[in-house]
C-alpha cells in the first residue's frame, strides 16, 4: 500500500513539476516574442520539414480514414435505404473530428518526436548552451519558429486531409458501393456547411500549438544522455497525443455550444 | 574585469561550490584546475551566466550578473565566447556556418565580411578550407579547433575553455596550446581556462587556482604551484593517488 502510495505521490509531483516547465516555457514564448523579431528564415524551413514534408503522410491516413468510414457507414445506412447520406455523414466527420485528429496524431508522431529528439539531442550536446553562450535567446531560436511554422502548417494540412477524406469517401461510395452521384454530391453539399471546416480549422490550431509547445517543453527538459533524450521523446509523443484527445473533448463542446 | 565573490552551488544535493572567491583582472590568463567534481565546469558556468549561484555574487565589468533575466545577460554574453568540452557545434550546419553564426547573430558584418572572417578564422586555426564540411566528419581535436574559431571570431573580451585539450593526443594538445598563446598575443582576451592537464596549465596560465571541496585551496604562480609542498596540490600537481587525501 506504501509503495502504492509512493508510486502515485512521486508521479504526481512529476506531472506538476511538468506543468510548472510547461507554463514556463509558455511565458518564455510570449517574452520572446515581445523581445525579439520573428526569424521567418527559420520559419520557412520548418514548414517545408513539418508541412511539406508531411503532407504524403496526411493525406494517405486522411483517404484511408474516410474510404474506411465511407464503406462502414454505407453499410449500415444501405440496410436503411439511406445510401446516399454517406456523403454528408462522411464529410461531416471528415471537417469536424476525423480530419484533424488523425492528421494531429500523424504530426504528433512525426513533428512532435522529431522536435524532442532534436532540442533533446542539442540540450545533451551542450548546444543550447553554445546558443546562450553566444547571446541567443534559445526559446526565440529553437521555440518561436517552430511553433509558428506548426500554427501555419496545421490548418493546410488538415484542409488537404479533409478534402482528401471526402474524395475518397466518394469514390469509395460512388463508383465502388454504387450510391447514385447526384444525391450523394447534392446531400453532401447541402448537409456540410463552412462552419464545419471552421471548426476543423480552429482545431488544427489549437491541436498545432499543443504538439508543438508540449514536446519543445520535454525536449529542453530532457535528461542526460541517449536515455534521457529517448524518454524525452516517448514522453513528448505520449503528452501530446493525450493532451490533444483531451482538447479535442474540451474544444468540440465549447464550440457546439457556441455554435448552437 | 571578473570577480567571483563567496559563490556558493548546490547540484543534486551536492554542495559543488562553497564560498568560491576569486578576481580575475583583464588581459590575463587564468587557469582552474582540480579533480573531477570539485566544481571547475560550474564556476565557468557561473562566469558566463549559464548557471547562477544559490549564494553571492559574479561581477563581470563590475555589473552583478545575479538576478539578471536571459535577455538582460545578452549584451553582457556578447563581449564573452566560451570553447565548450566538446566542441558544441551545431551538428546541423556545416563548419562555416558554425563560425559565422555569431557573426550573423550579431548583424554588424556583410555576407563577403562574414566570409573572409571564416577564412581567417580557420586558418588561425589551422584548418583552412575546411569550411564545408560538416562536424561529424571532423575529428575531436578539429572539433574543438572549429569551436575555438566560432569563439573567437567575434573576438570577445573574455573566453572561457572548457578542458580545451581532454581526449586529444599531446600533438593535438600542443597545438591547442599554442592557439591559446597565441589568441592571447594576437587579441590580448582575458581568458579563463578549465583544465586537468597540468603541463598545459603551466604553459599558458599567468595563474592558477587549485579547487577542492568546492573552494580555492591554491592560488599561485605556474612557478608557485610546482614549487608548492602543500600536499593537495603536490598530488594532484604530480598526479600521485593518495588515500588521505582522496577521503578527506
Not at chain 1, 69 to 95: D, N, R, T, W
Not at chain 1, 175 to 183: H, I, N, Q, R
Not at chain 1, 208 to 236: M, S
Not at chain 2, 73 to 82: A, F, N, S, V
Request: hydrophobic share 45%.
Amino acid at each position: 500500500m506504501i509503495d502504492f502510495l509512493q508510486i502515485v505521490g512521486r508521479n504526481f509531483f512529476r506531472f506538476l513539476k511538468h506543468c510548472g516547465q510547461y507554463a514556463l516555457l509558455l511565458i518564455d514564448i510570449l517574452r520572446s516574442l515581445r523581445h525579439f523579431s520573428i526569424r521567418w528564415n527559420l520559419v520557412a524551413q520548418q514548414i517545408v520539414f513539418m508541412g511539406v514534408n508531411s503532407l504524403p503522410v496526411v493525406i494517405l491516413t486522411g483517404s484511408c480514414i474516410g474510404a474506411v468510414f465511407a464503406s462502414q457507414i454505407h453499410l449500415k445506412f444501405s440496410e436503411l435505404g439511406m445510401g446516399s447520406g454517406v456523403g454528408p455523414v462522411v464529410a461531416y466527420a471528415m471537417c469536424r473530428e476525423l480530419g484533424p485528429i488523425i492528421c494531429g496524431l500523424m504530426i504528433a508522431a512525426r513533428v512532435g518526436a522529431s522536435i524532442s529528439t532534436e532540442l533533446g539531442s542539442m540540450k545533451t550536446s551542450e548546444q543550447v548552451d553554445a546558443l546562450r553562450s553566444m547571446a541567443v535567446y534559445p526559446t526565440d531560436y529553437l521555440v518561436v519558429p517552430r511553433l509558428i511554422a506548426l500554427l501555419i502548417s496545421m490548418p493546410l494540412l488538415v484542409s488537404f486531409s479533409i478534402f482528401f477524406g471526402i474524395g475518397a469517401g466518394y469514390v469509395i461510395s460512388v463508383p465502388v458501393l454504387g450510391v447514385e452521384p447526384a444525391y450523394y454530391i447534392n446531400n453532401t453539399l447541402r448537409f456540410t456547411g463552412s462552419q464545419d471546416v471552421g471548426v476543423g480549422l480552429i482545431k488544427s490550431v489549437i491541436f498545432g500549438f499543443v504538439i508543438c509547445t508540449i514536446c519543445c517543453e520535454r525536449g529542453l527538459n530532457c535528461g542526460h544522455g541517449a536515455q534521457g533524450v529517448g524518454k524525452a521523446t516517448t514522453e513528448a509523443v505520449v503528452s501530446s497525443t493525450i493532451a490533444l484527445l483531451v482538447c479535442n473533448f474540451f474544444i468540440t463542446f465549447l464550440l457546439n455550444a457556441w455554435m448552437s | 574585469m571578473i570577480s567571483l565573490r563567496n559563490i556558493h552551488k548546490t547540484l543534486n544535493g551536492q554542495k559543488v561550490l562553497q564560498g568560491i572567491n576569486l578576481e580575475i583582472s583583464e588581459g590575463e590568463t587564468l587557469v582552474i584546475i582540480g579533480r573531477s567534481g570539485c566544481g571547475k565546469s560550474v564556476t565557468l558556468r557561473h562566469i558566463l551566466g549559464l548557471m547562477m549561484p544559490d549564494q553571492g555574487e559574479v561581477l563581470f565589468e563590475g555589473q552583478n550578473l545575479m538576478g539578471l533575466s536571459e535577455i538582460e545577460l545578452i549584451p553582457i554574453r556578447q563581449k564573452m565566447g566560451m570553447l565548450f568540452q566538446n566542441g558544441a557545434l551545431f551538428d546541423s550546419m556545416s563548419v562555416g556556418e558554425n563560425i559565422a553564426f555569431p557573426l550573423r547573430e550579431e548583424g554588424k558584418m556583410t555576407e563577403d565580411e562574414i566570409q573572409s572572417a571564416i577564412t581567417e578564422a580557420l586558418e588561425m586555426v589551422n584548418l583552412g578550407g575546411q569550411q564545408s564540411k560538416m562536424p561529424a566528419e571532423l575529428s575531436g581535436g578539429m572539433k574543438k579547433r572549429v569551436s575555438l574559431a566560432r569563439a573567437t571570431v567575434r573576438k570577445p573580451k573574455l573566453l572561457l575553455y572548457d578542458e580545451p585539450t581532454s581526449g586529444l593526443d599531446p600533438v593535438v594538445s600542443d597545438s591547442i596550446n599554442k592557439l591559446i598563446l597565441n589568441l592571447d598575443k594576437t587579441l590580448n582576451m582575458t581568458n579563463v581556462v578549465v583544465t586537468h592537464d597540468m603541463r598545459s596549465a603551466c604553459e599558458i596560465g599567468d595563474r592558477i587556482v587549485l579547487l577542492h571541496h568546492g573552494k580555492v585551496h591554491f592560488l599561485g604562480t605556474p612557478e608557485e604551484i610546482k614549487s608548492s609542498q602543500d600536499p593537495i596540490v603536490f598530488h594532484f600537481v604530480n598526479g600521485i593517488s593518495d588515500a588521505s587525501v582522496a577521503t578527506e
